[in-house]
């Protein structure tokens, strides 16, 4: 009956049941369909869409105009959260990582959860997991985070063995290398970086390290596909073989991820409609054009089910590609930067990702950050914050900066040195009051005076 799913079957909610089985024979408008046939159960859609009845709702969608429905925001989760959000028979609660504002928290449905586990074993598994396998897993599992708790478990039900260690005990981290011998690791590369950073002497040599890395909480490789430099670093201090790369969000969960290398995020299509749209007009952009990630859960039964739901993210179409299973992808290239990111530098308009690159990319930069002062009259003032490496001279390396932002931008913001102090202070205060699983590298000032 599923691949024979009618207007009719769907608007009288005959498979809202979740099994992923019965689902995956379904045409796009049959699971949008389904997806919108559901929603309607809860209040805000049925306030928010231009629409009398989910008969109405459902029959735009077998209509072709899905696009025309309304997007919603994070901003609706936290005015409208219990008209959007279904606490019934959820089992867990994760939150958003609050570096955009207010952390959101979210039920977890049993199937719900089973989901986010699997896409992250699909990850697992192209990096080579086995079970018997042995995992140093060094994301967080703690306030309410999400993808720690969800690498755990997808860790054990692969049928491998769970190292946890937290990132910020150093010792306890070079025990476990040494005494445990994970072949895997899981992490984010700026804290695979920083840890072998402080050990200094005592960090392993790379024959005693894990061959293979899930990089997590991180962008590790750029629009032209190049590994980020933290990416590159990371891979040398660790003597890593073979690495992949997710997208996702807390709200939503795993989104994509790297099925091969140095080709882009291949999207959980059977989970997820995801849409790159103009964040004006709100409607698809075209392939290579960059867009605001929008995502519509195809899966039931769940706390939040996001109808495009605009995740702020910006990213662009890479290629379409033949998959092992010989389903057509439409891959997903990296994300370059957040809408309320988007910065104005004598008018061109650039994303924070394309400046952290060029610096990151100098020799003798150690660390950079974006700064942006924003006033009504003069737009934005835009700082790239460098700190130099040790035996670089720092007024030659804030010359290679900014020709190097000129050469590739045919312009460059300003360019200023200073300590690690400064950036560390500016990274506690804004991630004071959230879960920390990101580091930040992007700061909107008050005013010019804060700036270094």
């Known amino acids: 009956m599923a691949n024979t799913l009618t207007k009719n079957d769907v608007q009288s909610n005959l498979l809202i049941k979740n099994d992923h089985s019965v689902f995956k024979n379904l045409s796009l408008r049959q699971h949008l369909g389904m997806a919108v046939a559901n929603a309607w159960n809860r209040p805000f859609y049925r306030q928010f869409w231009p629409f009398e009845s989910k008969e109405e709702a459902v029959n735009a969608v077998f209509d072709g105009a899905f696009t025309s429905f309304p997007i919603i925001r994070k901003s609706h989760l936290r005015s409208d959260f219990d008209d959007i959000i279904d606490f019934t028979n959820s089992i867990d609660v994760v939150s958003s990582s609050g570096t955009t504002g207010r952390p959101v928290d979210m039920p977890i449905h049993y199937n719900q959860e089973k989901g986010r586990i699997l896409r992250v074993r699909r990850i697992l598994r192209s990096i080579g997991l086995q079970s018997g396998?042995?995992?140093?897993?060094?994301?967080?599992?703690?306030?309410?985070?999400?993808?720690?708790?969800?690498?755990?478990?997808?860790?054990?039900?692969?049928?491998?063995?769970?190292?946890?260690?937290?990132?910020?005990?150093?010792?306890?981290?070079?025990?476990?290398?040494?005494?445990?011998?994970?072949?895997?690791?899981?992490?984010?590369?700026?804290?695979?970086?920083?840890?072998?950073?402080?050990?200094?002497?005592?960090w392993p040599s790379p024959d005693e390290l894990p061959d293979n890395a899930f990089f997590a909480v991180a962008a590790t490789f750029k629009p032209d596909l190049s590994?980020?430099?933290?990416?590159?670093?990371?891979?040398?201090?660790?003597?890593l073989k073979n690495?992949?790369?997710?997208?996702?969000?807390?709200?939503?969960?795993?989104?994509?991820?790297e099925l091969n290398n140095n080709e882009g995020?291949?999207?959980?299509?059977?989970?997820?409609?995801?849409?790159?749209?103009?964040?004006?007009?709100?409607?698809?952009?075209?392939?290579?054009?960059?867009?605001?990630?929008?995502?519509?859960?195809?899966?039931?039964?769940?706390?939040?089910?996001?109808?495009?739901?605009?995740?702020?993210?910006?990213?662009?179409?890479?290629?379409?590609?033949?998959?092992?299973?010989?389903?057509?992808?439409?891959?997903?290239?990296?994300?370059?930067?957040?809408?309320?990111?988007?910065?104005?530098?004598?008018?061109?308009?650039?994303?924070?990702?394309?400046?952290?690159?060029?610096?990151?990319?100098?020799?003798?930069?150690?660390?950079?950050?974006?700064?942006?002062?924003?006033?009504?009259?003069?737009?934005?003032?835009?700082?790239?914050?460098?700190?130099?490496?040790?035996?670089?001279?720092?007024?030659?390396?804030?010359?290679?900066?900014?020709?190097?932002?000129?050469c590739k931008l045919a312009m460059s913001p300003e360019v200023k040195i200073t300590d690690i102090s400064y950036i560390n202070n500016l990274v506690d205060k804004v991630s004071a009051n959230t879960n920390k699983s990101k580091i930040p590298r992007f700061f909107i000032l008050q005013n010019t005076f804060e700036q270094a």
């Open 133 to 202: 396998d042995r995992v140093l897993q060094l994301l967080s599992l703690n306030d309410l985070f999400t993808l720690g708790v969800l690498s755990w478990q997808a860790i054990k039900e692969e049928g491998a063995t769970a190292i946890r260690c937290t990132s910020t005990r150093l010792d306890r981290v070079l025990d476990a290398l040494k005494y445990n011998k994970p072949n895997f690791v899981i992490a984010n590369p700026y804290v695979m970086v920083k840890l072998a950073n402080e050990a200094g002497d005592r």
């Open 265 to 406: 995020f291949t999207i959980h299509s059977d989970f997820h409609h995801l849409e790159l749209v103009n964040p004006i007009t709100n409607q698809p952009v075209s392939d290579g054009e960059p867009g605001e990630v929008v995502i519509t859960c195809l899966s039931y039964e769940r706390g939040f089910l996001p109808i495009r739901y605009a995740t702020g993210d910006m990213a662009a179409w890479l290629k379409t590609i033949v998959a092992p299973d010989g389903s057509v992808r439409t891959l997903m290239g990296p994300i370059i930067g957040r809408t309320d990111h988007q910065m104005k530098i004598y008018g061109q308009t650039v994303f924070p990702n394309l400046l952290l690159g060029i610096a990151d990319a100098i020799e003798g930069v150690q660390k950079s950050i974006i700064t942006v002062v924003r006033t009504p009259l003069e737009g934005d003032n835009v700082n790239i914050v460098c700190v130099v490496k040790d035996g670089f001279n720092p007024d030659e390396v804030k010359l290679q900066v900014k020709e190097k932002c000129t």
């Open 243 to 257: 690495h992949k790369n997710q997208y996702g969000t807390s709200e939503v969960g795993p989104i994509g991820y």
């Open 227 to 239: 590994l980020t430099s933290v990416a590159k670093k990371a891979i040398e201090l660790w003597g």
